[in-house]
């Protein structure tokens, strides 16, 4: 079975912009979250979404949003961008209401200019 | 409170030895411990998990140690090899309701192993 995909593997943006990063779950999993992780440190939760509803939010500015698609598919949107949103931005795939294993993508690597 | 803490921040160990990383939390309502390990350019693959009811679970050369009174946790790598090295990871959950599980992350350990 395939894991969970993220694309781009990569991004190079400059201030201001804005950026989409796409991920699909593991099939047959419904919920998809969001991690971004600074260089150096652990990953911090952004997002959960579960049933393309939002199930929770981390303490991340309102630049970022998310959704997700009734493919269970789900998009990660940052405007404005700030050179402290250069990171590894991951994505979990679960199924919260049957087992709490998360599983990780292999991310998507931003570079604020 | 929702601090997961953990050490050392890095760890260096011979080939055959015992690798251990510690973890400390404060919220009693977490129920759902794991393990990460991640290479670098890589994200994070679950290695090994526990919930508060047992106090050890072993997967190969991988063993979790659980102190509920102490409010702390350990990853114990047997017999490390090379291969093992990796930035590791605990993290830990509980049942936020309405289907959230986040995890909350410590700050990663770097491990290396020395041939």
């Known amino acids: 079975d395939a894991g969970v995909t993220q694309s781009p593997t990569h991004l190079i943006k400059t201030r201001g912009q804005h950026v989409t990063l796409r991920c699909s779950p593991i099939?047959?999993?419904?919920?998809v979250s969001w991690y971004q992780q600074v260089l150096g440190q652990g990953p911090q939760f952004i997002f959960q979404y579960y049933e393309k509803e939002e199930r929770g939010r981390g303490n991340f500015p309102d630049r970022f949003s998310a959704r997700q698609f009734p493919n269970y598919s789900s998009e990660l949107n940052v405007n404005a961008l700030l050179l402290g949103d250069s990171a590894l931005y991951l994505c979990?795939?679960?199924?919260?209401?049957?087992?709490?294993?998360?599983?990780f993508g292999p991310g998507t690597r931003l570079t604020v200019l | 409170q929702q601090q997961v803490k953990q050490s050392p921040q890095s760890l260096i160990v011979q080939k055959g030895g015992i690798s251990i990383i510690n973890c400390a939390y404060e919220?009693?309502?977490?129920?759902?411990f794991p393990w990460y390990q991640q290479f670098p350019g890589k994200g994070p693959a679950l290695l090994i998990a526990i919930r508060p009811d047992v106090s050890e679970k072993k997967e190969g050369r991988f063993t979790i140690s659980f102190n509920k009174s102490a409010k702390q946790f350990s990853l114990h790598i047997m017999d490390s090899q090379p291969g093992d090295s990796a930035t590791y990871f605990c993290a830990a959950s509980m049942d936020y309701g309405g289907a959230t599980n986040k995890l909350i992350f410590g700050t990663g350990t770097l491990l290396a192993v020395q041939p």
């Open positions: 979990a795939s679960s199924n919260p209401r049957v087992y709490n294993e998360q599983f």
């Open positions: 099939s047959g999993h419904k919920s």
């Open positions: 919220n009693t309502a977490f129920d759902y």
